[in-house]
């Protein structure tokens, strides 16, 4: 059974995102998998500042996150566009949780993992723009994303009060690409 993190790149209240992120979990638990649907808001940490890392180590935040990481096949990453990239609050996660320490091999959080990529917005594109640079973001640390993606345009409107997805594009989008995380973890 494939082990999934699900997590947003938003941690704004009624972000669009974290109900993708939330609705491809749900999507995740029918087909089988075991599914944690995590908020990066409960795993703070500042700016990654390498003389800050070294002053002070890597934040209990961050470790509790890597070990979270560690324990899962592949992730599921639904992320707003900030101007055309991956919003800060992913970058500096990503960037926390690659650094090793004590006898850790690095990039600990990443070694063997797989991840389906989708993005919200409430305007035309989706997230679109943004995307591309998430899947070389994550390649970059060593994770293997699954072909494919989902955007969801004028996602405002595309749930229901129990958070499923409306848009019926998108929902199949969405249980296509899930089956393919879930296929390619299980492999």
Same mark, same amino acid.
């Given at each position: 059974?494939?082990?999934?993190?699900?997590?947003?790149?938003?941690?704004? $209240?009624?972000?669009?995102?974290?109900?993708?992120?939330?609705? $491809? $979990?749900?999507?995740?638990?029918?087909?089988?998998?075991?599914?944690?649907?995590?908020?990066?808001?409960?795993?703070?940490?500042?700016?990654?500042?390498?003389?800050?890392?070294?002053?002070?180590?890597?934040?209990?935040?961050?470790?509790?996150?890597?070990?979270?990481?560690?324990?899962?096949?592949?992730?599921?990453?639904?992320?707003?566009?900030?101007?055309?990239?991956?919003?800060?609050?992913?970058?500096?996660?990503?960037?926390?949780?690659?650094?090793?320490?004590?006898?850790?091999?690095?990039?600990?959080?990443?070694?063997?993992?797989?991840?389906?990529?989708?993005?919200?917005?409430?305007?035309?594109?989706?997230?679109?723009?943004?995307?591309?640079?998430?899947?070389?973001?994550?390649?970059?640390?060593?994770?293997?994303?699954?072909?494919?993606?989902?955007?969801?345009?004028?996602?405002?409107?595309?749930?229901?009060?129990?958070?499923?997805?409306?848009?019926?594009? $998108?929902?199949?989008?969405?249980?296509?690409?899930?089956?393919?995380?879930?296929?390619?973890?299980?492999?």
């Amino acid at each position: 059974m494939a082990k999934l993190l699900v997590f947003s790149g938003s941690t704004r $209240a009624n972000s669009l995102n974290a109900k993708l992120a939330a609705a $491809a $979990a749900a999507i995740a638990q029918q087909q089988g998998a075991d599914v944690t649907l995590i908020n990066l808001a409960d795993y703070p940490a500042s700016i990654y500042n390498g003389d800050d890392e070294t002053a002070n180590g890597i934040p209990e935040s961050i470790r509790q996150l890597k070990k979270i990481m560690a324990a899962h096949d592949g992730f599921i990453i639904s992320s707003p566009e900030y101007n055309g990239h991956i919003p800060p609050l992913l970058s500096n996660t990503f960037s926390w949780a690659s650094r090793a320490e004590n006898d850790e091999t690095g990039m600990v959080a990443y070694t063997g993992k797989k991840a389906a990529i989708m993005g919200a917005s409430p305007g035309r594109l989706g997230g679109i723009r943004m995307l591309p640079r998430l899947r070389d973001t994550l390649a970059e640390l060593g994770i293997t994303v699954v072909p494919g993606f989902v955007t969801l345009p004028m996602a405002t409107s595309a749930f229901a009060d129990d958070g499923a997805l409306t848009n019926e594009a $998108a929902a199949t989008s969405t249980h296509s690409l899930v089956q393919r995380l879930i296929a390619s973890c299980n492999a």
